[in-house]
């Protein structure tokens, strides 16, 4: 939390504003990151109320490759419903994309299933990104 806190200090401290779509404006702050070690803390912001069940609900989702938003209605989690269509379809959205990337030689790659096995067969490399 407080990395998060100070990382919101020198955004408002030093950020330099910019311009955006809607006219408002933002501060902006060139490569400025937040680190937490996973193994003391978990980086969930506390400083707004949080609807936990939404967001487990959401990853397990996302988890499951599913790109439907019946799932999430069965458990009462609405924040995707706007965007969905009249069959609750969303297109290729983040689970699509974790369990099902599509290479630009039309390569299909779990990338979820890819990094546990990196993880299991070179916890070290730098490449463990989804």
């Given at each position: ?5 100070d990382?919101i ?20 702050v ?16 506390t ?6 069940k ?20 069965e ?20 689970g ?7 290479g ?27």
């Amino acid at each position: 939390m407080q990395a998060y806190l100070d990382l919101i200090r020198l955004v408002l401290e030093t950020g330099r504003p910019k311009e955006d779509r809607t006219g408002t404006g933002t501060l902006s702050v060139f490569g400025a990151q937040a680190r937490f070690d996973l193994r003391e803390t978990f980086p969930l912001l506390t400083t707004k109320k949080l609807h936990l069940k939404s967001i487990i609900h959401e990853l397990l989702w996302f988890l499951r490759g599913d790109t439907n938003v019946a799932y999430l209605q069965e458990r009462g989690v609405s924040i995707w419903n706007e965007w969905a269509d009249e069959k609750g379809d969303l297109g290729r959205v983040y689970g699509a994309q974790w369990r099902d990337w599509r290479g630009p030689g039309g390569e299909q790659v779990d990338q979820i299933d890819r990094v546990i096995e990196q993880i299991k067969t070179n916890p070290d490399s730098r490449r463990l990104i989804v």
